[in-house]
């Protein structure tokens, strides 16, 4: 099963990321099918994603993620837009983070150090804190000076984190699904 913790939107923060979206569409022209917007609904800062885990790993997941994290709760906030991988055509569309960067990495590493805990095999490249907004179709290197070109440096969103929540994703036809599992509050 695939299975990832991840830090929450509320609805405001939701519909400001929603209507930057659709700003940076109306930017990129007719290029703009070009990229598969995220669904407001799933929209998340992904702290830890596993993998291929096996059922019979869950319980011990669940209750590893699930117990309190002893850290103030603060503000997240989203300005910068960028394209990931850096060099050549982009894949994904991203708002980087503009405040609450140290905290949120903080949560991120004691998440991270709970699973690796267990045994279980982690992603190896280092985590860059983002919001992905959406990912490329049809992959051109000429859309990543459109979607800068597109872009603003200044505030998009902000919200307050005082949890992240572990979720299990499925794949579907009409996009991921994403059911709670467990969920961490920072209880400082």
């Known amino acids: 099963m695939r299975l990832f913790v991840a830090i929450d939107l509320d609805g405001a923060a939701r519909a400001a990321v929603a209507t930057e979206q659709r700003r940076l569409a109306a930017a990129m022209g007719e290029r703009r ?54 060099h050549g055509a982009p894949r994904a569309v991203w708002v980087g983070v503009g405040g609450g960067e140290g905290a949120l990495r903080a949560v991120q590493r004691e998440v991270t150090d709970r699973i690796a805990r267990l045994g279980i095999p982690l992603e190896p490249r280092p985590f860059a804190p983002h919001l992905t907004l959406g990912r490329m179709r049809a992959l051109r290197p000429s859309d990543r000076t459109l979607v800068l070109a597109g872009a603003r440096g200044d505030r998009v969103a902000s919200v307050v984190v005082d949890h992240a929540t572990l979720y299990l994703s499925r794949p579907s036809s009409e996009g991921p699904r994403y059911t709670e599992l467990a969920r961490v509050t920072l209880t400082a």
């Open 33 to 86: 099918a070009a990229v598969r917007w995220a669904r407001p609904e799933h929209l998340h800062v992904t702290l830890v994603f596993l993998a291929d885990v096996p059922d019979a790993r869950l319980p011990e997941i669940v209750a590893a993620v699930g117990a309190d994290l002893d850290r103030e709760p603060f503000d997240l906030v989203f300005a910068g837009i960028g394209v990931f991988p850096p």
